[in-house]
């Protein structure tokens, strides 16, 4: 089955977009890093205990979807205006993940530009 080219371009920007987070912001934006590790201390204790690497994932994913910087943009914001590699088409893709919609889905059928989905 074929899938549309904007999906299969999706793992490469999600791994641009954790690489962003993990490797540029949490180590040149202090006052992130300390929202972060003051959030993940809220969620697992201090020291940190975490019990495993998907559960701390979904944790680092509602992080990164829900900071706000103090100009009120977002983690998102930020990686579109200060990557460079990002096609117009890869923005668009970035900018829909500003309205996350969470929750358990069966995929129905694909479509020409995306899934059709049961909830």
Known sequence: ??????????GDIRKMFVDYFQYVLLKKDYTLKEAFFK??????GNPLVIKSGDQFHEFTDNFVYSYRFPNNLTI??????ETSGLS???RAIVLRWKD????IFQVKRTLPDGFMQRI
């Open 1 to 10: 089955m074929k899938i549309a080219p904007h999906i299969d371009r999706f």
């Open 39 to 44: 959030s993940a201390r809220k969620e697992y």
């Open 76 to 81: 998102i914001d930020r990686f579109i205006s």
């Open 88 to 90: 117009e088409r890869g």
């Open 100 to 103: 996350p919609i969470g929750g």
